[in-house]
């Protein structure tokens, strides 16, 4: 995080040098949103580590799994675009702050799951408590940077993603195996505990530090808020005016939701399923495979960064997130082609991670070329619940696949068809005034 999102011209005889004014938001603002995205995708993901011990413990069937996994996100459906609405009306320091709270104690909550019905009920709750999160960071970043620098701050924020797990696979691990029969509860109890409450506690953090505006910052000089405001201000004019209905049935969005539904889908079956995966394919013991699946996310945070700063540079951002999700395509097929062989099957596991995850940053690009105020609120909140909604499709189906075939194989077959899909849409979106990038 050295390096300031990102270089763009300041204007002569401002006094301000626009570099060093987005490197001060940069430090100030990244850390903090990186660390709440770090703990927010645990606490969505960590069920895929859960599973190691609990679907046994509960007597669940991988369908059973799947589906818990995936209703999350029905919640997170139904309550996206009103959660980002009011994010931009009430700013985001206390709304941010609010999901934060209510989504981690819930999923601390899942502790104490004790049947299907209990886990369905509880990963749903966690989906509406977290709804807007995700879209409201896109969001805020749209109020500090300019499309020319907002790529890599995208990026940046997005890395948590792989981070998570790089540091949550390990730790998962080993809490499983270390925690198992502390204070008579099971291993992926603690998991849950020791993962959720942190998050309500950074909410505190959200409440005193975050800033809604860049009006509002007082760390930032007078000069120093009118550049960005004035930098910020001037892509407004580009932007056509949209009213909230409008954008919810602007074609355009939509077929970017469908686009994002196909990315997603890669990314959750991924998230959701590395950890059976990498035990499948020969690695035993908890904290073995949260050492191993650290690899595949790893290289994730390479592949982000530099597909993110090569589109920030071209002003590019289709071609640039089509060629990414075959990457990933090619990942999950190859992967498969491997499977039983421990380092090649874990190097199209690695592929695919690389290839999903530089899709995320680059396609965030498109929608806030275009979308502004309360407009791109709503754009941005519809079409991630839209594309959400794999969350519940992918690991519900890769359960049902696999308790009927025995294999995950059909599964990710799958999921790289449906990158490749997300590939052909972004070719054809063609651009214009609404997605000249």
Known sequence: MTSPPFAAAHPPGSGVNADAVYRKVGWRLIPLLFLCYIVAYLDRVNVGFAKLQMQEALNFS???????????????????????????????????????????????????VGSAWSFYVIRFLLGAAEAGFFPGIILYLTYWYPAARRGRATSLFLAAIPFAGILGGPFSGWILQEMAGVHGWQGWQWLFLLQGLPTAALGLVVWRYLDDRVRDARWLSAAERDLIEREVGAEAVDKAPISVW??????????????YFTLTAGLYGISFWLPSLIKAAGVKGAL??????????SF????????????????????HCAAAAVVGAVGLVFSVAMHGHVAWSMAGLTLATMGIMATLPVFWGLPTGFLGGAAAAAGIAFINSIGNLSGFAAPYAIGLIKDA?????????????????????????????????
């Open 246 to 259: 409008q954008v919810m049935a602007h074609p355009r969005v939509w077929l970017l939701a469908l686009v």
């Open 62 to 112: 991988e369908a059973v799994y799947g589906l818990g996994a995936g209703i999350f996100f029905i919640g997170y459906f139904l309550f996206e675009v009103p959660s980002n609405v009011i994010l931009h009306k009430v700013g985001a320091r206390r709304w941010i702050a609010r999901i934060m709270i209510s989504w981690g104690l819930l999923s601390a909550a899942t502790m104490f």
């Open 288 to 297: 073995d495979i949260g050492l191993v699946s650290a690899i595949p996310w």
């Open 300 to 319: 994730g945070v390479v592949a982000m960064f530099l597909a993110a700063r090569s589109a920030d540079r071209r002003l590019e951002h289709r071609w």
């Open 405 to 437: 075939t025995r294999s995950t194989d059909a599964g990710l077959h799958a999921l790289a068809a449906l990158l490749v899909l997300g590939a052909v849409l972004l070719v054809l979106l063609r651009p214009g005034r609404a997605t000249r990038r």
